[in-house]
């Protein structure tokens, strides 16, 4: 047995132990084996990226679908590092966020859930057969929706995890359609089987794929199947949040990774699917992201927006293999695997130091926060670091991403003419990172800076250092990749390489400039960030060696300055609201003395609310249906029956 094998062992005790041992010794004792677990997966996959062979486990069974198979390879392996990493922080933060919980009983469960999420998530990507699959994906879905559910006594907490339900069994409900067509033209139900089926019949991706981007796309979370995300995160715990979004979602993007890499010459019309609907949930995701006053409800959104990004360079990657650009899809693939990892550690970075801040000041409404920067020290400059990673700026991760996948697309604008038009795609992932670092300047500037706008926001204490820990850490991730890109992105592209999602390499010294130009722009980011330091540091020391005097400011003819005369969030981006009009779903309520932003999911409110309403309606005058009487049910089924055994004779089945 591998050092995988017993972290995932690890995790599944770690879960027995908090629910069974009690309080002062389970947490403890659960919290340790949480961490060896996550250290044990997370070293194995990191052997295989670092060019260690993969691992396979092969199970034997005589249950339908052949032997159960587990494979690390560097795919897989990818996705285990950001798992065991986000993991590992989110259930560190959380045992401090839950040290004075008094709900013990709902505490222990929650706390028992983290680790069998982990596990299944390692699993989902790992698995390469079908059965063990889906058995890890539903095992995913029931723990998220029980950590959902931890204040389960809100009523839009219930709300927000029955459409996560139905989302998410819709999804599996697509997954196993999949599956069972795809099956039907395999040997047996193996990844490696449907591989070569899928190879023998290219033309069965007409299939295959549009099912697999509706079971995989849900999960995701990208528009427009995105609807259950905004409430199943916002609702959650926030270390609960960070896992969720950090890097649950992403096991949708490791379906579509893995499904498109077993065509062996992917379709030119997946390529554009991909890519349109990145550009729709980027450019949609960051704007509805721009009118919340939620914090947590803001950063969901910006889930949304951040899969669209991956999405782009999945695109381009696909176009890339479909018309013979080796240079294009190893781009393409490469930039929206660093994304995946970039994504989870600054948006869990971010998640949780909203957790702080929540659990500071008990709100999670932007307008009631303020002057939090001189109150939560820590909190600020980690939630600092982790804005201008989200927003793609140098020197931070996102950047390192976020430019590969530029370089794709001006890539591709070197190409046949079909492709030219992926330079106009630049313009898409500009707009994303103008709004994002909109939104962004908008949330750090209101809720840190100024005056606090309430007095929870005065009372506001520093995290405690349980929870200081994992912002610190996932911080110098952060940092840490964006000052030396070659760390992250060198195996991001030997990963590509691995899954032959390209018939030849590119051509030699291809890579090497678009690195160094990263290097560049980074050293960049590093000198204007050393001037401000600098500046900062000769101001601090002149004003030590003179004399200062604190007097009031001018506030415009008032007697002093209140918060009342601070821009509020929907102030503040209701100019740049308007601009996309009412095609973004946006509704901009000005009144005398307040501006109000509030946001029309274009999906959930004005397409499945009222086509729901319409099928209530319909069902409520077939009510007569049910009339209670066994004889009418028995004569439904001779019915059932009759038609069925019609279709038979008819010729239904060959």
Known sequence: ???????????????????????????????????AGCAAAGGTALRVLAGGPGVEWSFPTTLPGGPWLLRLDPLAAWFVVPIVIVGACGALFGSGTFARERRSGRVATTEAMMPILLGAMALVVTAQAVVPFL?????????????????GERVEVRRSALVYLVATHAATLALVAMFALWGSQSPDLTFPSLQASLRARPEWCLLVLPLGLLGFGIKAGMIPLHSWLPGAHSSAPS?????????????????????????????????????????????????????????????????VENIGIILIGMGAGALGTASGQPLLAVLGYGGALLHTLNHALFKSLLFLGSGAVVHATGTREIDSLGGLARRMPWTWATFLIASVAIVGLPPLNGFVSEWTIAQALL???????????????LAGLGLIGALALACFTKVD?????????????????????????????????????????GVALAPALRVVASTAAVSSPPPAGALEPILAGALSVTGLGVALLSIIGLLVLVRRLLLARGRITIDSTWACGYPAVTSRMQYTAASFAAPLLGMFGAASGIVIERRARTVHTRPVDLVL?????????????????????????????????????AILLGYLAAGGIR
């Open 135 to 151: 058995i890890a994906w539903e095992t995913m879905a029931i723990a998220g929706l029980l950590l959902i559910l931890h204040e």
């Open 605 to 641: 409110d004005r397409a499945a609310r009222p086509l729901w309403d319409r099928l209530q309606h319909a069902a409520g005058r077939l009510r007569w249906m049910q009339s209670g009487r066994l004889h009418w049910y028995l004569l439904y089924v001779l019915a059932t029956l």
């Open 1 to 35: 047995m591998t050092w995988f094998l017993l972290g995932m062992a690890a995790l599944a005790i770690a879960a027995v132990v908090r629910l069974v041992v009690p309080w002062r010794a389970g947490r403890p004792a659960s919290l340790a084996l949480v961490l």
């Open 445 to 485: 500037g209101v809720i840190f800076l100024g005056q606090p706008r309430s007095e929870s926001a005065r009372a506001a204490q520093e995290a405690g250092r349980g929870q200081r820990v994992p912002l610190v850490l996932v911080s110098a991730l952060c940092l840490g990749i964006g000052l030396a890109p």
């Open 239 to 303: 270390h609960v949040s960070a896992v969720l979004s950090g890097v649950m979602i992403k096991t949708g993007i490791y379906g579509l990774l893995r499904i498109t890499l077993m065509a062996e010459r992917v379709p030119v019309w997946w390529g554009w699917l991909l890519l349109c609907s990145g550009l729709l949930s980027g450019v949609l995701g960051v704007l509805w992201a721009l009118a919340q006053h939620d914090l947590k409800r803001l950063l969901a959104y910006h889930s």
């Open 411 to 425: 890539a591709g604008s070197e190409g046949p003419a079909s492709l030219r038009v992926l330079a106009i795609s």
